[in-house]
């Protein structure tokens, strides 16, 4: 399985930005599908998940509210809407297809990971 990610940048604080996660196998579509991140000097932590079937979704505390997990299961390609942006939402962001069917916030439950896309934003 692949995961291509892709739609980060640089944004100011308050804007916004959408990241795209890609699976290349449709056999991935019976997994959740998770948004995790790292900033430099950090460990790799949890943003955000979805269930196979799109239907629940669990979030970080610090990013709840302000970001949206989402997917198209006929495209396997799984969304992070990212609204009022804040410095400390800087990080590579990537993407995980989990071993199971739930999203889950714990690291090992992912089997694989994309490349990562920055984002960055600016005070």
């Known amino acids: 399985v692949q995961l291509q990610a892709s739609g980060g940048g640089l944004v100011q604080a308050g804007g916004s930005l959408r990241l795209s996660c890609t699976s290349s196998r449709r056999t991935g579509s019976n997994n959740a599908l998770g948004w995790f991140r790292q900033a430099p000097g950090k460990d790799r932590e949890f943003v955000a998940a979805i269930d196979w079937r799109g239907g629940s979704t669990n979030y970080a505390s610090s990013v709840k509210g302000r970001f949206t997990i989402s997917r198209d299961y006929g495209k396997s390609t799984v969304y992070l809407q990212m609204n009022s942006l804040k410095p400390e939402d800087t990080a590579i962001y990537y993407c995980?297809?989990?071993?199971?069917?739930?999203?889950?916030?714990?690291?090992?439950?992912?089997?694989?990971w994309g490349q990562g896309t920055q984002v960055t934003v600016s005070s």
């Open positions: 995980g297809q989990s071993r199971y069917s739930r999203g889950s916030s714990r690291l090992e439950d992912y089997a694989y």
